[in-house]
Nanobody, 124 residues
Framework: QVQLVESGGGLVQAGGSLRLSCAASGRTFSSYAMGWFRQAPGKEREFVAAISSSGGSTYYADSVKGRFTISRDNAKNTVLLQMNSLKPEDTAVFYC???WGRGYYTSPTSYNYWGQGTQVTVSS
């Protein structure tokens, strides 16, 4: 069982930055690939970024590539999402998720555990 708790969301102006954090419980955090997804009102949940269990591989949605950076600290059971150059279209609830395995995964169905989400609002 893995429990995930996101933090770091908030209101920011366009062009600004936020850093989301996801704290995971459990002793097997390093066995899980991690991902960030987001869901805007009236839209389906979409992939944002993923990182392999070791942290050696990362993958990003085209819409955030070059602006967002995913990282993890297995010693602290934490995964981060640094978001720079934010745009109003980034406004959404952001979710952290964990998937058992060594790779990285872009489909929500690959993930076993989800956090409760944190709201990110970018004003124009």
């Amino acid at each position: 069982q893995v429990q995930l708790v996101e933090s770091g969301g908030g209101l920011v102006q366009a062009g600004g930055s936020l850093r989301l954090s996801c704290a995971a419980s459990g002793r097997t955090f390093s066995s899980y690939a991690m991902g960030w997804f987001r869901q805007a009102p009236g839209k389906e949940r979409e992939f944002v970024a993923a990182i392999s269990s070791s942290g050696g591989s990362t993958y990003y949605a085209d819409s955030v590539k070059g602006r967002f950076t995913i990282s993890r600290d297995n010693a602290k059971n934490t995964v981060l999402l640094q978001m720079n150059s934010l745009k109003p279209e980034d406004t959404a609830v952001f979710y952290c998720a964990a998937a058992w395995g060594r790779g990285y995964y872009t489909s929500p169905t690959s993930y076993n555990y989800w956090g409760q989400g944190t709201q990110v609002t970018v004003s124009s």
